[in-house]
């Protein structure tokens, strides 16, 4: 199984400040096939990036992922108030499909 | 619209069983595989399983494998989570999602928060 190791475990930002995300993977990810979902409270989780690169269907440019093999990063460029949530990475190429223990990003 | 809609909360006492849906609208139902995904009280996703409602077939994540049963019913465009009998620990919101060859999961049933208490 590849486990999907996320970090920070939480980020304290301001509005308008960067936020860089990690999600380091036990064994190379097959394809690229690593996704990035933001989920907030009481709602189901919404896909944001694909393909460790591409951004799903609505998704603002503000978010992009890049990475590949073992290392992937979530990039938020400038933090709007609606961004602050939990952010999990997840492994679709390789059963079991597997997603890391999320990265919580606060307003400091 | 494309979406998964998913049946009402649930309350049982262990021991019991139990069928939970997910119904799909709006896609070719049988175009993308149904995926089922728990989240603990305050705890992270976990990938449970998925099934191939074209052809119903079904793979699961050795930690859910014998412990639950994913059907579906491509007529009624519906998959399915099922339980013969519930512990304690089965104590979760339960989301479906779907998926198709590398876009992920991107569309996702509200989910079904599961108690189980006696």
């Known amino acids: 199984e590849i486990v999907l190791t996320q970090s920070p475990g939480t980020l304290s930002l301001s509005p308008g400040e960067r936020a860089t995300l990690s999600c380091r993977a036990s064994q190379s990810v097959s394809s690229s096939y690593l996704a990035w979902y933001q989920q907030k409270p009481g709602q189901a989780p919404r896909l944001l990036i694909y393909?460790?690169?591409s951004r799903a269907t609505g998704i603002p440019d503000r978010f992009s992922g890049s990475g590949s093999g073992t290392d992937f990063t979530l990039t938020i460029s400038r933090l709007e108030p609606e961004d602050f949530a939990v952010y999990y990475c997840?492994?679709?190429?390789?059963?079991?499909?597997?997603f890391g223990q999320g990265t919580k990003v606060e307003i400091k | 619209e494309v979406q998964l809609v998913q049946s009402g909360a649930e309350v049982k006492k262990p021991g019991e069983s139990l069928r939970i849906s997910c119904k799909g609208s709006g896609y070719s139902f049988t175009s993308y595989y149904i995926s089922w995904v728990r989240q603990m009280p305050g705890k992270g996703l976990e990938w449970m399983g998925r099934?191939?409602?074209?052809?119903?077939?079904?793979h699961y994540s050795p930690s859910f494998q014998g412990h639950v049963t994913i059907s579906a019913d491509k007529s009624i465009t519906t998959a399915y989570l099922q339980w013969s009998s519930l512990k304690a620990s089965d104590t979760a919101m339960y989301y479906c999602?779907?998926?198709?060859?590398?876009?992920?999961?991107?569309?996702w049933g509200q989910g079904t928060m599961v108690t189980v208490s006696s």
């Open positions: 099934i191939d409602p074209s052809d119903s077939y079904t």
């Open positions: 999602a779907r998926l198709r060859g590398g876009d992920a999961f991107d569309i």
């Open positions: 997840q492994q679709y190429g390789t059963s079991p499909w597997t």
């Open positions: 393909g460790a690169s």
